[in-house]
Structure formats: structure tokens, C-alpha cells
């Protein structure tokens, strides 16, 4: 079975090793590269893989950001994410958002990439032989070749027509969870036509099972909307359902599914609502994307200094910023709200050392908020039961003003204690003494710059409190092994 696979990697000798070793694999497979993610996402619009090797970090576009956006227009694609060690617990639990496999890529073997596209022509031969006819038994319409066929003039039209969709009447779709068997189709099936027989319309059932979901098709004459609650109220059992604005032209199916589907998926914010209407969230104001970066990382800093007060108010003020995301924001809404709670787990993780293994896929935004509200009151529980009062103030201290030319006497002088006592009682409580601290704190802080900014060495020297880089760069290779510029390019998302 030949495939269609696209490779996208900013790191040359990967992306050509990885294009070798796919064409050698055999002839049927066909393969393209991109170096970045905007050029992969123009590729794949064209190309529609039926598989994607995508670099997790890339500059522009990253790789989970590249397989949200295509997703929502090419279901049926496979993803497998590349990782450098930096990245690997990321890239791991990446997967659980929806990538079929990872790969590590210092250890990355030409049998790994075989055994991957051995199961996925394997896969794409099922899916092909089991799609023999565009109607199931069970009344629900195949949707995989609408999806490889969309673009194509006149397509959308015609297939409609064939599965008697009438020309120039109304139709509203609604998005229902499912599409797990072919008994719950025929029970879905069944439903929608008893209800749409009752309402003198015609209902016809589409069947996308890469997303999860059912869609239902309804088109009549007369009293749309109402027909359509109608409808929904069948199906409320299965979970939240999002219903599309009224649309004219068979032609425009795909912008159809795209709004049923859109307001199906805010349920993730409004689990209880029954039904969601796609123009509800079509009135809704854009969110600002940049203020909420800001504050996300404010919040993550936070979190890295200890402070975690300020910490979880800040993660609240992130999750209410997404919390009703308009018509265009929520795919990048749902993203962004479970890479939250990844991101607080990595600190998680950094602080103590030993990875939490809580993060899955998170079914909605109160779910994600809890994980992130325990992480961070175990963090403090944790913390603030190894210090005394006063040396958990000179680690608040610490932590506040790292980027300044501080010393052990000014920490000392800060919570009423001299130098000699501060000294021992500092070792003793934190298992090493202010300056090694001091020291380790500030490079833990560069380093999070220089995998996350694009700031010069120089200007992330002074802003961990270094006024020379040239020392700045010695310690570093010191205690983190690397050079900053090494650091660099491991630069993870």
C-alpha cells in the first residue's frame, strides 16, 4: 500500500536522514520535506499525507501547533513526533494530545521508522477496504474521501447531490460524541431518521471516526432551527452537541462540519451545557492571544520562584482568559488551556526532580485547572514544610531578586539574623550554602531564558544578575555542562 508522507525538520542531516530512509523503505511511499512548521502546514494543505514526521520544536509554527491546525482539516492524518532529549517528557506526553508515536532522536533506528509506516500502510489498507461503498450499512456516509478530495471544484457539491441532498434548500449539521461502532451508528442512524421523518425534512448521517464524533445532516423546508433542537434533544445523552449556523450551498458542507464541529468542541469549557450554537460563539470577542502569553509566563516564573500565592492566581487569570473562547480561538483555546496544565506539571517535575505522571488528556478546562491547583499546593506543602520561618523569607528573598548583586550579609540582615548563624542555619535547613544556591539558582533561571527567549547571552547574563558574560559563560559550562550557545540550541517549546 503506498503513502503519502510529509517530514518536517529544522535540523537538515534529521529531515534528510529521515527522507532516506523512507525511500529506501519502498517505492511506493512518496515523501516531501519542510524545514519549519508555516512551510509544512502549506505543504500538507496541498499534499494531504496520509503521514507526518514533525519536529516538536521549530521556529514559527511548533509541531503540536502544526498537528491541531492540520487535524481540523485532514482527520485521517498520522503524526509522529520528533524529540531531542530536552524535549523527550514533553514530546511523551505530547502524544496523549493526539500524536500516534514519538521518537527520541539520538536514539532514533531506520527499523523504528519501517515498523512505524509498516502499521500505518497497514491501517490506511483497512480503512480503504472497509470504505468500499460511501454509505455504510447502517445508513452513516463515509466521510474519508471527502476529506482527501476537498478542494477539488465542485467536489462538495456532487457528493451531496449523490446521497440526495437537495439543491438550494437549508441544512444545519449538529456534532454529536460517538462514532466508536457500527451499532452506534445504526442506533444514531435510526434516531436521526424517525426524527427527521416526524419533521418532514430529510437527515442524513456523516461519519468521521479519526475525530470522534457523528455528524447529522438536516435539511428542510420549514422551521430549521426548531427541527434542529429537535433533533439535538435525541441525542443529549451522548454528551454536549454543537450545532452550525444555517448554510445555503451543498458545496459549503465542509465550512458546515467545521461549525458544528467547532461548537461541539467548547463544550471542553461548558461540559453542562446540553447544545451549543456555533453563532454563540460567533458573537464573542477575540481572545487577546499575546496578554495571555505574558501572563502565562509570569505565572510559570512564578512558580519557578517559589512564590505560589501569586503563582495560582496567575494560572486562574490564564484559565479565565480562555474560559469562553469566540468562534476562531477554540481550537488554539483547548490547546493552550491543556498546555497550561503540562507546562505547570514540567515545573512541577523540575522542582522536584521526579517526573508526576498526573498529565493525560485532560477531557475538560476544570479538569486541567484542578491538576494545575494540586500540583501547585503540593509544591508548597512541600516547600514550606522543610524551613523555618525565616529561611523560607531568605529563599522568598533569593528569588525575587537574583538579577541584583546580593550577598549572604544582605539575605542575613533581611530576617534579623547575623551573618555567622544565617550561615549555618541556611546549610543546614537547605543542603547547601547561600552562594552555591545563589549560584544554581541563577543558572536554572538562564537557562529557562535561553531555551524559551531569543535574547542575546549577554542580556540573559545581566538579567540572572552577571555583568560579565565572558564568566558568566565559564560558570555555566561548569555547572550545566554546556555552553549557553549549546544550551541554545536545544531550545525546547
Known sequence: MGLNIVVVDDETPICEWLVYCIRRASPDYRVTAAANGDEA???????????????????????????????????????????????????????????????????????????????TAAAKTAILQAKTKEVYPSGCIDLYKFYQMQGTPHFADQFWAEQGMWA??????????????????????????????????????????????????????????????????????????????????????LEALRQAGTAQASSFFQPEKPVIHYEELATRPPIAREAFFARKREALELIVQRRYAEAEAGVEACLAALSRPGAKDVAWAIDNC?????????????????????????????QCGQLCRELIEKLRQLRSGGCSPRIAEALAYIHQHYSQNISMAEAAQTVFLSPEYFSRQFKEEVGENFNAYLTLYRLDRAQELLRRTDLRIAE????????????????????????????????SC
Open 460 to 491: 540573559v547574563a545581566e538579567r540572572v544578575g552577571y555583568t560579565t558574560p565572558g564568566y558568566f559563560s565559564r560558570l555555566y559550562k561548569r555547572y550545566k555542562g554546556v555552553t549557553p550557545e549549546k544550551e541554545r540550541m536545544s531550545k
Open 338 to 366: 491543556r498546555r497550561l496544565a503540562l507546562s505547570v506539571e514540567e515545573r512541577y517535575d523540575q522542582e522536584t526532580e521526579s517526573p508526576s505522571q498526573l498529565m493525560t488528556v485532560q477531557t475538560t478546562a476544570v
Open 41 to 119: 502546514f502549506a505543504l500538507i494543505t496541498a499534499e494531504k499525507p496520509d503521514l507526518v514526521f514533525t519536529d516538536i520544536c521549530m521556529p514559527g509554527m511548533d509541531g503540536l501547533e502544526l498537528m491541531r491546525r492540520t487535524l481540523e482539516v485532514l482527520p485521517f492524518t498520522v503524526f509522529a513526533i520528533l524529540t531531542n532529549y530536552a524535549e523527550f517528557t514533553y514530546a511523551r506526553r505530547a502524544v496523549s494530545l493526539g500524536a500516534k508515536e514519538y521518537f527520541l532522536k539520538s536514539e532514533l533506528r531506520a527499523a523504528d521508522i519501517e515498523q512505524l509506516l509498516s502499521q
Open 168 to 253: 438550494d434548500v437549508p441544512y444545519r449539521v449538529l456534532c454529536i460524541p460517538g462514532g466508536n461502532s457500527q451499532e452506534e451508528w445504526r442506533r444514531t442512524a435510526r434516531l436521526a431518521q424517525e426524527a427527521g421523518a416526524r419533521g418532514g425534512g430529510s437527515v442524513y448521517t456523516a461519519a468521521a471516526t479519526e475525530k470522534g464524533h457523528e455528524y447529522l445532516v438536516l435539511q428542510t423546508r420549514e422551521r430549521l432551527s426548531e427541527e434542529m433542537e429537535r433533533l439535538a434533544a435525541f441525542f443529549t445523552d451522548q454528551g454536549s452537541a454543537g450545532i452550525s449556523g444555517v448554510i445555503e450551498k451543498r458545496g459549503d458542507f
